[in-house]
Every structure is written in C-alpha cells, then in structure tokens.
C-alpha cells in the first residue's frame, strides 16, 4: 500500500513526545526510591495502593497516546488514491527560451540560459491552474512541451534543455514567435501570453513584424525579458565544459551584448510588457503578479485528477477518544474506601 505524507516535518514532535517519556519514568523511580526510603514495604503499599500506581499509569499512557495520535494527525498521512473532478481555470503560457550559443555568455550568473531556466521556475512557483507550454529556438525552433498543467514534466523537460536542443546555430526570434503561436489550445483571441527570454540577438527574422500579426490574429500578448550586459556585454564560451576558450570571429573575440530595443518594441506593439533583467536576479513572482497573470483568465475543462485520500480525522478521532478516556478515568477506576491518597490520609 502506497502511503504519502503531507507534513511529515511534524514527526518532530515525536521526540517531546519522547523526552515526556524520560522525566515520567524518571519521575517515578525516584519516587519509588523515595517512598521506600520513608515507609517499610507493608506502610508503603498502604500509602500507594495498586490500584492507585495502576491508575496512574493507565491516565499517562492514555495522555501520552493523545499526543502520538494529535502528532500523526498533523503529519497528515494519506493512502487511497481517489479520482477527484477539479474545475480548472487559468490563461495559456507559452515560454520562448533562446539556446543560442550566446546564451551560454556568463555575465548573468551562472550563464544567461541558466538564468532563464530559473527564472521561468520561479514564476512556475506561483502560477496556479495556468497551462504552460514550452518552445526553444536558435537557428530553428522547436516545441519541447505542449501546452500542458503538469508542472513537474514541464519542470523535467525545462532542466533538459540547452544549446545541444536546436542542431542549427543563430538566432532567428521571429520565426520563434510564429512557431509558438500555433501551440496554443485556445481558439478565442484572448487568454494567451507568450514569455520570451533571450538576450534579443536577432538574424533577420522580422520578430516585430511577427509580433504585430500574432497579436491581432490570435490576441496573444508578449511579455520579453531581456538577459545579459546591454552596455558591456560578454565572451560566449566556445565550449560547454567550463574551459577558457572563447568563440572568435577573424581572430577576434565575439562579444554578445543584450540588444533590448527589438525586445521592447515587441513587447510594446503586442500590449505586453520588457523586463529588462539584464545580469540582476529578478523576482519573477511579481512579474508575474504585475504582468503576466492580468491577462483575462478562461475557463478550461474540469480536470479529473487522482490524489491520495487524507486520513488525518481518523487519528484525531482517536486523540479524542483517548483524551476523554483519561478525563472521566476516576468515574471507570473508583477509589476504594481505604485509599489514604484519596480519603484524607485516614489510614495513616
């Protein structure tokens, strides 16, 4: 039987549980010590009647359970999977992210595109509902996810991409931006964004142009964001190992700056938005709040999903029963007559 825990950082609480434990033993040992000490074994017996000790152990294991059932409530452990209609509602994501070569230029911290990779994880933590899809372009371009909500195989796919995805090296926005497009599933003119990350090197692709026709087509708003120095710009490694070689042209070294002009005016024709992130982290979850989640949201068909069934109540019921228990144990365990804990010391 598969078992899955939604809290399972409350199993910490099984050590006060345990250290209850300790001082209680603790606690009656040295008492025992004690009341040997002070009384002989026959006036001790009278002083502390069995079913007085039995009476007291039963009320501290039933407090002590109490606390395990409460504690493996809060763990909130679950078994059962059951299938569960939820109606989904959201917009269409589309991520664009450049693999060009250029991406690898390390003035963004560890590299642009790892950057990007980030940062659309980031904005993934706070979206809730939205479809999302993934496009990666170069020289050519290609869809890597439909447009999908399972966040964990976008988020398995995303860590797989780089500059080995697209054969064709360059940069040709444009034509990424015709591509993504056509992978949303919407067919009404609104309710879709498109997110571009690249450091906006363009070949004559006509992203503009492009831009402004995706827009009036289909109502899809970009939303751009620009990585890498716009001023100084940066060497983009030769290779992938981390080694020291550079790309050159004519025996110079090729340096790649962010060209955010394209980017803005993409972003400014199609209602959207530029974010120039430049080299800085950025914190995508208010881009995406401040920008990207006005878009109008849709209603999309309701999701049957299959989920674990919690059985937390089962163990708060139980740390009821054992609490009530304890509480009415002297109506269940009377005092007899001749207990002097319990009859004002008469037989003393």
Not at 3 to 13: K, M, R, S, V
Not at 235 to 258: E, F
Not at 313 to 337: D, H, K, N, R
Request: one cysteine or more.
């Amino acid at each position: 039987m598969e078992i899955q825990y939604g809290n399972p950082f409350a199993l910490n609480w099984l050590w006060l549980a345990l250290a209850c434990v300790v001082v209680i033993v603790w606690t009656a040992v040295r008492m025992r010590t004690k009341l040997r000490r002070f009384a002989t074994a026959n006036f001790s017996s009278q002083l502390l009647p069995p079913h007085h000790r039995l009476r007291i152990a039963v009320r501290t294991v039933l407090l002590l359970l109490t606390f395990l059932f409460l504690t493996i409530a809060l763990v909130d452990i679950r078994w059962g999977k059951v299938w569960r209609e939820v109606p989904q509602k959201g917009i269409e994501v589309m991520f664009v992210v450049d693999v060009s070569r250029s991406m690898l230029a390390e003035d963004a911290t560890p590299n642009r595109l790892s950057r990007a990779k980030q940062q659309i994880n980031d904005m993934l933590d706070v979206m809730a509902g939205d479809r999302v899809g993934l496009v990666v372009f170069a020289g050519e371009v290609r869809q890597v996810v439909p447009m999908t909500n399972h966040y964990d195989d976008f988020r398995r796919s995303l860590k797989e991409v780089g500059t080995h995805s697209i054969r064709r090296g360059g940069s040709r926005l444009g034509d990424a931006i015709r591509v993504a497009s056509k992978g949303f599933l919407s067919k009404t003119n609104d309710h879709k964004a498109m997110v571009i990350l690249t450091d906006g090197e363009d070949q004559e692709s006509e992203p503009l142009k492009v831009a402004k026709q995706v827009h009036q087509d289909q109502g899809v708003r970009i939303f751009t964001i620009g990585l890498g120095n716009m001023s100084e710009g940066a060497r983009i490694p030769a290779g992938t190992n981390g080694d020291s070689n550079y790309v050159t042209y004519d025996g110079q070294q090729v340096w790649s700056k962010l060209d955010g002009a394209i980017l803005q005016a993409v972003a400014t024709e199609t209602n959207g938005a530029f974010i120039p992130a430049e080299t800085k982290q950025v914190d995508m979850a208010s881009v995406y709040h401040q920008y990207v989640a006005k878009v109008e949201q849709q209603r999309f068909e309701t999701a049957k999903i299959n989920q674990y069934e919690a059985r937390f109540q089962w163990f708060v019921g139980l740390a009821l029963i054992s609490f009530l228990c304890e509480a009415f144990m002297t109506y269940w365990l009377p005092t007899s007559s001749d207990d002097p804990m319990q009859a004002g010391g008469q037989a003393i």
